[in-house]
């Protein structure tokens, strides 16, 4: 199915069980322990073996040597590969690193090698046998000194300039030049990255924990050079992801590798150790933002830079995206520049771009209402736009920013912010902060193969994932709805790259995309049940179990009496994307407190207000929101790797030393969804909130410290060091 005309009514619009506050169908099977994770498989044919990954000693450098001789003496072990038994490897289109190492080394805890062996003990304790002699060359692993070599990239991430910025910032009376700093972060799912492989012949199963099997399907095969037909992925549950599973990792190369070798299958978990380093992380950003204001509070003027690190071959932390689109403003400009670090590979992590970006931002424009002496809703609301700042002819799909703004400060109490300092609750300093949200729609090509049985019972078959989303649910409540059957009587399988290729879980697209290809194989579906069925021409309805076409009805399952009824397409996207500019808003209010002797910093109150299309399932849209509200938190108040500039690697590699928040640093979460259904992007009139909730967060917090200490920090995260000793000025 081709979309490229604004939807029209459709039987979605029934919203009979889409858009109802619904469980998750997969519910039961998690808290149970019935759904199988990556590592849990039991339908492995013959017992698996254990693999254990050895990760880098040095980030930059050579193996002059590898000896495994005692390794492979050591009870138990079965195999140990390394690049010298490896056989020939390629790389993956999605990778910037080699997934092993040998000879050269890319990165710290790049894998070495594996150990297979009959247990995880046996491999754990003979991996430590290796003996591994490296040649350390000089890296580059400090962003601040790299920053001046850092250089300009084309395509998407090219340069944007639009009217005269130097000259509109230079003239206007109230000015605003400030820079800011976001650090690395590490995605800390609680799932650790997880393979179980395993051989027949030529052909490879693998059993995974991954975001986007078909990216990841092509990556394998590329790397093993083999054909991707003799390939298959299996991921049909994720313990978390957040675009730290988006890609092809060393657990699934290594595991595949180790199978081959020990003529075994193989699971292999890298150890928590290696998931900062080994894996991918979201790069640390040096933003400069200024402002050039009327004294009337509206934006002359607005530029945004930054500055990312990545390994050579890799890309930028897009952090200035949404600066180009979010607010009004005649004369505009925005760079970004990449550095060239030894670091582990950076990539996409939970809404990649907007959440240092808004970090940022958000902060600046909370500084130049002060200055303007506005409130800083106000201000955001004077700056709102409807047509893309860029280019004028184009205007959004949708846009309620100001609305969130609006109904987000009556429900938040807004009216009873003061100013800097001034609320006090005995010893806590108390203050409110506000940051708009923003994300762009993003729509992707994706497939479904939908059958009907001659019980009336529908099944779903696609390689779409559910990364803890509630893929399951909103799958089920589409073919409900497109079927007019209950959804007790609808079965969904996802993560079988034999399945039809999906969007993938990724980007906020997943789930507006996901169900709208399966849309397209419902259409098709009931084309052929209205035709088995032998009725004449007339628009269908499907509903109660029933279709009725004109004075006629019957059963659905009648039309699969004679055997089963099986539908596939997909949908595919043209250029409204092109005419119209498709992004989704929102604004988070944060109320925040802040010891006045200890400086310790507590989040008191959280309201988002989300307009994103259509909510597909509110339930399911709101715990997004939620998490991605307390990953927020996470990174204002206390995530963040440390780098040894030194030797190049991420000291706090674990998650004792790598600080999220726990239940105690949470408080009570408030989620309003703007009622709202965009024809532009889909038939199913949906976007996306899963990082629309993060967006903005950050910024939130930290204006809320600022409002409730009158001390601004902008170096993220705001701990108490940045802060207590200017904290006596107003305790």
Known sequence: MKFDTPAGTNPIDRMTVVGKPTPRIDGPLKVSGAAPYAYEHHDVPGKPAYGYVLGAAVAKGTIRSIDTARAQRAPGVLAVVTYRNAGKLGKGQMNTAKLLAGPDVQHYHQAVAVVVAETFEQARSAAAMIDVDYARTDGAFDLLAAKDGAKE?????????????????????????????????????????????????????????NQMVNWSLKDLAATLQMPVENVRLISPYIGGGFGGKLFLRSDALMASLGARAAKRPVKVALQRPLMA???????????????????????????????????????????????????????????????????????AMRAPGEAPGLMALEIAMDEMAEKLGMDPVAFRVLNDTQVDPEKPDRAFSQRNLVRCLQDGATRFGWSRRKGPGQVRDGRWLVGMGVAAAFRNNLNMKSGARVRL???????????????????YTIMAQTAA???????????????????????????????????????????????????????????????GGQVHVGNRSADIARAAKSGEIVAEDSIEFGDLDKKFQ????????????????????????????????RILNPTAARSQVIGAMTMGVGGALMEEL???????????????????????????????????????????????????????????????VYNATGVRVRDYPITLDKYLDRLGEVA
Request: include cysteine.
């Open 153 to 209: 990239q084309g395509g998407n991430d090219a340069p944007t300039a639009v009217g005269d910025f130097q000259g509109a910032f230079a003239s206007s009376p109230v000015q605003l030049d400030q820079n800011y700093t976001t650090p690395d972060q590490s995605h800390a799912m609680m799932e650790p990255m997880a393979t179980i492989a395993a051989w027949e012949g030529e052909k490879l199963t693998v059993w995974t924990s």
């Open 277 to 347: 380093n080994n894996a991918t992380h979201r790069p640390s950003t040096i933003q400069r933002i200024r402002l050039g204001c009327g004294r009337d509070g509206k934006i002359a003027a607005i530029g945004h830079e930054s500055w990312s690190g990545d390994l050579e071959g890799g890309g930028l932390e897009v952090a200035v995206q949404q600066t180009k689109l979010l607010y009004a403003g005649a004369n505009r400009m925005t760079a970004m520049r990449l550095a060239v670090l030894d670091l582990p590979e950076g990539n």
């Open 453 to 471: 049985d001659g019980q009336g019972t529908v099944t779903v078959e696609t390689d779409m994932t559910d990364i803890g989303t509630g893929t």
């Open 481 to 543: 709805e497109m079927l007019g059957v209950p959804l007790a009587k609808v079965v969904v399988k996802l993560g079988d790259s034999s399945f039809p290729v999906s969007a993938g879980s990724g980007g906020q697209w997943g789930a507006n995309s996901s169900t709208a290809g399966l849309y397209a194989a419902c259409v098709k579906l009931r084309e052929a049940i209205v035709e088995k069925l032998g009725f004449g021409p007339g628009e269908a309805v499907f509903e």
């Open 582 to 613: 498709q992004s989704t808003f929102g604004a988070h209010f944060v109320e925040a407190a802040v010891d006045r002797y200890t400086g310790e910093a507590r989040v008191r109150r959280m309201l988002a207000v989300c307009a994103a299309g």
């Open 642 to 704: 440390a780098v040894d500039k030194r030797f190049g690697f991420f000291v706090n590699h674990d998650l004792a030393g790598y600080e999220v928040p726990v239940h105690a640093d949470i408080p009570h979460q408030e989620v309003i969804f703007i009622d709202e259904a965009d024809d532009k992007v889909s038939p199913m009139k949906a976007k996306g909130v899963g990082e629309l909730g993060l967006c903005g967060v950050g910024a939130a917090v930290a204006n809320a």
